[in-house]
């Protein structure tokens, strides 16, 4: 079925700016990278700064497959009993490196959940960004 503007649609596309809303509201997502021929996903906690998103990391595959691979793609979601979304930022990483851009992101308000040390920023800038509302609710019947 394909998403639309119906309020009363069991899926509708979200326009830009409430994707960006919905984005801020949460602060778990998952970056999708390719590494070797294969998919990688990491789940990784964010913030939205400045119309992008922000994620900190140590060394490893994360890190080195995200600013190595020319697009990454990012998805978050959430969801209540009633309904849920689900937001996709296909885009560029970036490693952040100047003095400037890293007193920046320390601006964010970005800490990492786990007790290791995340030395590194990423930013991701977005190239597309897509999202949809699901409405919660029975199987409709067949004819």
């Given at each position: 079925m394909d998403?639309?503007?119906?309020?009363?649609?069991?899926?509708?596309?979200?326009?830009e700016?409430?994707?960006?809303?919905?984005l801020?509201?949460?602060?778990?997502?998952r970056?999708?990278t390719?590494v070797?021929?294969?998919?990688?996903i990491?789940?990784?906690?964010?913030?939205v700064?400045h119309?992008t998103?922000?994620f900190?990391?140590?060394e490893?595959?994360?890190?080195?497959t995200?600013?190595l691979?020319?697009?990454?793609v990012f998805e978050?979601?959430?969801h209540?009993?009633?309904?849920g979304w689900s937001?996709v930022?296909?885009?560029?990483?970036q490693?952040l490196?100047?003095?400037?851009?890293?007193?920046d992101?320390?601006?964010?308000?970005?800490?990492?959940?786990?007790a290791?040390?995340k030395?590194r920023?990423?930013?991701i800038?977005?190239e597309?960004l897509t999202?949809r509302?699901?409405?919660f609710g029975p199987?409709p019947?067949?004819q």
């Amino acid at each position: 079925m394909d998403a639309t503007t119906a309020p009363d649609a069991p899926v509708t596309a979200l326009t830009e700016d409430e994707s960006w809303s919905l984005l801020a509201g949460v602060s778990l997502g998952r970056l999708v990278t390719t590494v070797g021929g294969w998919t990688e996903i990491f789940p990784v906690n964010f913030v939205v700064q400045h119309k992008t998103l922000l994620f900190r990391t140590a060394e490893g595959t994360k890190l080195l497959t995200a600013v190595l691979n020319e697009h990454v793609v990012f998805e978050a979601d959430d969801h209540d009993v009633r309904e849920g979304w689900s937001v996709v930022v296909r885009g560029t990483a970036q490693l952040l490196s100047t003095s400037a851009d890293i007193d920046d992101a320390h601006c964010a308000g970005l800490y990492p959940w786990v007790a290791t040390e995340k030395l590194r920023f990423v930013r991701i800038t977005p190239e597309t960004l897509t999202g949809r509302r699901f409405v919660f609710g029975p199987e409709p019947q067949t004819q």
